[in-house]
């Protein structure tokens, strides 16, 4: 099976980056590493254990909680304009939308939702446009990739089905953010990657105060401090 | 839990248990829904079509849900080929986004041919039908494109939870993204700012599917 390898920040790393643009380029093999070759019965990204439903359900609404709090942080920073402002406001709403989903879909099947982590972000990120779009860049391959490689674990067809319709919002984020940053054309992507829950989680542990995690989902620790995801 | 056995109990279930599930679903779209800032009117019958649709699908059997995408691809594919032959568009961003949405869609038919006939099915030939105002003019071939992209989109979601093999659906949920990725682009170069516009894409039930395929020669 393929194996990507994602390289991730060390804390020490993230608190104090070589440059912005080492950072950036770091996470954004997470979105790009298994972009190659057909999706079709190649690579079984799900068979990567998992917890059920509601483990599955409270993944993605830590990430829902990251991309909602980088975007409210973007739009607030008053350094976004034009029609740069108009995407990144709905994409706020969108992935609150989604946190919102998500909260009543895991209270109605008897879970308890995750709160919301504090999250962390490198320093100047939201000093700049650029900056900003830079990193909404990384974020949203890696959103699309979590749900395409969760989907096929979900028991639920009601879970699968609401998983689906978030996915796909996720997937025109991509474009609209590719759009933004000057890619032509901004939707490339024959088949979206879908990727491992150690890879997602690799990617994100950055923004969650932790430098290293483990090779597989379930209990991260860091400091003394575990996060159940 | 058996996903195969599962699904076939659901298309069994009795009415009071399935108004209960009803319910259950309807209750997190409503709440999402009222996020997104949707109007009260529609929530009823938006939380309804999302769970009718993948009954719709379900006792298909996954070979013939892919001999329905397979033949939507079809579609695409030559359309956005007579989008890009056309010379309608010549600007470098319009070319390079449509021949490569055109590309996607010959790929996407290509991985699901491929996968009928690891299943021993049949492919489709379809007879595909044209309006003939199609390549009239710029803006109406991009109606056309963001007419279609929503049926993709409906078939690929409301399919989804039906499809049996989970290698099947890795992939099908996949291209379905791109597909939502292809709306985007098509928003976009319609000049819709913002062009994500949209909290929660549309599962389509099969015959909403199959009624708006029919008319381009699509059939069951």
Not at chain 2, 99 to 116: N, P, Q, S, W
Not at chain 2, 146 to 175: C, F, M, R
């Amino acid at each position: 099976m393929e194996k990507h390898m994602i390289n991730v920040p060390s804390v020490e790393g993230f608190a104090r980056p070589r440059t912005r643009r080492d950072f950036f380029k770091a996470l954004a093999v997470a979105g790009v590493g298994a972009a190659a070759g057909s999706a079709v019965l190649s690579r079984p990204a799900f068979a990567q254990g998992g917890g059920g439903d509601l483990d599955i359900g409270n993944f993605a609404l830590t990430l829902e909680y990251l991309e909602a709090e980088f975007y409210t942080r973007a739009v607030d920073s008053g350094v976004v304009s034009g029609d740069a402002l108009a995407a990144v406001i709905n994409l706020r709403e969108h992935e609150l939308a989604h946190v919102d989903a998500l909260t009543g879909l895991i209270t109605q099947s008897g879970g308890t939702p995750v709160a919301k982590p504090t999250f962390t972000f490198p320093p100047d990120t939201f000093s700049s446009q650029a900056s900003i779009l830079s990193l909404a860049g990384t974020f949203e391959p890696v959103g699309v990739g979590a749900y395409l490689g969760a989907a096929p674990m979900i028991q639920s067809p009601d879970v699968l089905a609401a998983a689906g319709s978030i996915a796909g919002v996720e997937g025109e984020h991509v474009v609209t953010i590719n759009n933004l940053n000057g890619v032509v054309p901004p939707a490339n992507t024959p088949f979206p990657a879908a990727l491992m829950m150690d890879e997602v989680l690799a990617a994100v542990a950055p923004f969650m105060g932790m430098g290293s995690m483990p090779s597989t989902g379930g209990v991260a620790q860091s400091s003394g401090r575990s996060i159940r995801l | 839990m058996d996903g195969a056995e599962s699904r076939a109990s659901l298309v069994g279930f009795d009415r009071e248990h399935s108004r209960r599930d009803f319910l259950k679903t309807a209750g997190w779209v409503t709440a999402a829904l009222s996020a997104a800032g949707f109007g009260g009117v529609a929530l009823a019958s938006r939380a309804d079509a999302q769970e009718a649709a993948y009954t719709t699908y379900q006792g298909l059997g996954d070979a013939a849900i892919l001999s329905v995408a397979y033949q939507l691809e079809l579609l695409e594919g030559n359309f956005y080929a007579a989008g890009v032959d056309s010379g309608l568009f010549t600007d470098d961003f319009s070319v390079s986004q449509l021949a490569a949405i055109r590309d996607h869609e010959f790929a996407h038919a290509d991985a699901i041919a491929g996968v009928l006939s690891s299943l021993g099915a049949a492919i489709p030939e379809p007879n595909l039908v044209f309006p003939p105002d199609v390549t009239a003019d710029a803006a109406t071939f991009l109606t056309y494109a963001a007419t279609l992209e929503p049926v993709g989109i409906g078939a690929y979601q409301g399919a989804a939870p039906a499809l049996v093999d989970k290698n099947i659906l890795a992939s099908a949920i996949s291209i379905h993204n791109a597909e939502c990725q292809h709306w985007n682009a098509i928003k976009i170069l319609q000049g819709i700012v913002p062009p994500n516009n949209v909290a929660f894409e549309e599962p389509l039930p099969l015959q909403t599917v199959l009624e708006a395929g029919a008319p381009f020669g699509i059939t069951a």
